[in-house]
């Protein structure tokens, strides 16, 4: 009987394990092991099976369990800030872009480890080390336009009174005639006429002097922060400077939103920018403010040599040094500029800008009349450019006389008609009738920058020079 007995108890502890069973058994002693069994007490005595046993082995394996959802849980919950980090720099709001710091340890842990999704880019056929770039010496001269100076002030009117002073003067249809008619030495409206507007701080005007290379971007109207730029050299840090010029309204936006350092000459600095103040904008229009730094550079920055513009939404990729080395020096150009990837004509240009309500459509229209009486045809693969309409975006220029020349023009068509400045490039380039040079870059997809609106990237496309066409 007792060997029957004790035959399922064996088993029983073998199913439950061997970590119990010497217990058991030291415990139990023949006399008082039959007595229980046989009591029919249902469960074994406290001497031999403890009566929280299954309390235990409950409590136990909880425990365990807890402590592997909470481990997960928190692994769970270091990935989802993580990935929010590397998501916030690539989002297109403002509210996260802003808390980004690609400049942490964390966030290049993370790039360092692939974790960081790279945007698209093509191969661009750049020097590979920017420190080994030979910059060329002195400045590129005009073969037409030898010297250049610019109208400050409007001339009486026949009551012998002032006119009111504007940004861009009140420049006569004879006088926009006449700038057209080049010469070795010219005078031409190039706004920042006298009491026009646009003003620098001295603190600003006195740091630009200093600036022969620039990379500069523009924020009006507080609808962006700066963007730092990537992949940049120590070399081409020392070199360039990094100008971002705004408005009031986009300082103090800027302001309330990411840390604004200010240096001991009262110069103020967003990591490698430099923040420009223009003071008194001459414009109503946050869109037509904007340019003023895009076009006129070299008139804002008149010390200045080279220039890259890149619009205040883009993030620039490249180092400058190699821009300027690609597109300007290794072709002997000296003024670099990307083709529409959409339009060729202006007048395709114009219809899209109604389409999505870019600007009023009765001055588009009345804007593209003006340029059809003047002349100007839609563009057709019988003309000598590629296209007629360019991406502006990204503007690469050196300023000698003639790209001076032409960049005045240009604003001048803006300031006369509508700001959507790609219905105005075209036909400065007819009206100069090829004596302009430049470097048209489009079919080839080469990224310099990213839109940090959209992330799409930027490209530069096919080159030409004068009317001479070649693949770049």
């Known amino acids: 009987m007792e060997s029957d007995v004790q035959r399922p108890v064996s088993l029983l502890l073998n199913r439950r394990g061997g970590d119990y069973r010497s217990d058991f058994i030291n415990n139990q002693t023949p006399s008082n092991n039959s007595k229980d069994v046989e009591g029919g007490g249902g469960s074994f005595s406290s001497g031999k099976w403890p009566s929280d046993y299954p309390m235990k082995i409950i409590w ?99 009551d012998g009174s002032q006119s009111s002073q504007l940004f861009g003067g ?50 009006f109207d507080g609808y962006d922060v700066p963007h730092q730029p990537s992949n940049i050299s120590d070399r081409s840090k020392k070199l360039f400077c990094f100008l971002m010029v705004v408005d009031e309204i986009s300082l103090d936006f800027i302001k ?7 240096d001991h000459n009262r110069g103020q600095w967003v990591g490698i920018w430099r923040l420009i103040l223009l003071k008194h904008s001459p414009y109503d229009e946050p869109r037509r403010n904007g340019k003023v730094p895009k076009i006129l550079t070299h008139r804002l920055f008149p010390q200045t040599q080279y220039s890259i513009w890149i619009d ?43 389409r999505r309500k870019r600007y009023a459509r009765p001055l588009i229209d009345l804007h593209m009349k003006i340029y059809y009486y003047e002349g100007m045809e ?30 005045c023009l240009w604003f001048n068509e803006v300031n006369l008609f509508t700001p959507r400045d790609q219905l105005s490039f075209g036909y400065v380039v007819y009206r100069l009738g090829g004596a302009f040079r430049f470097l048209y870059v489009s079919k080839l997809r080469v990224q310099l920058t990213v839109c940090a609106a959209s992330t799409h990237p930027r490209t530069f496309i096919q080159g030409r020079v004068g009317k001479k066409f070649k693949r770049v």
């Open 312 to 354: 205040g939404k883009m993030e620039l990729l490249v180092d400058p040094l190699q821009i300027l080395e690609r597109y300007l020096w290794r072709g002997k150009n000296t003024f670099a500029i990307a083709q529409h990837k959409h339009h060729r004509s202006i007048y395709e240009e114009a219809d899209a800008n109604k």
């Open 256 to 262: 309330a939103n990411i840390t604004v350092r200010e």
């Open 60 to 158: 136990k394996r909880g425990f365990v369990r807890l402590v592997l959802v909470a481990g997960i849980l928190w692994m769970l919950l270091i990935l989802a800030v993580l990935s929010f980090h590397v998501w916030s720099c690539q989002s297109s709001s403002v509210f996260f872009s802003v808390i980004c710091n690609k400049e942490s340890k964390v966030y290049n842990f993370l790039n360092t480890w692939g974790f960081v999704p790279e945007q698209h880019r093509c191969p661009i056929p750049v020097v590979g080390n920017p420190e080994r770039i030979v910059i060329p010496e002195g400045r590129t001269h005009d073969q037409i336009v030898k010297n250049i100076s610019y109208v400050m002030e409007d001339e009486p009117l026949k």
């Open 170 to 219: 009140h420049q006569s249809w004879k006088q926009r005639e006449k700038s057209f008619n080049l010469s070795s030495s010219m005078k031409v409206h190039c706004g920042f006429m006298h009491n026009g507007g646009a003003d620098m701080d001295l603190v600003d005007i006195e740091y630009v002097k200093n600036c022969r290379f620039v990379v500069a971007s523009g924020i």
């Open 378 to 407: 839609s563009w057709s693969p019988k003309k000598s450019s590629v296209s007629d309409v360019p991406e502006g975006a990204i503007i690469i220029r050196e300023h000698t006389a003639m790209s001076n020349l032409f960049s």
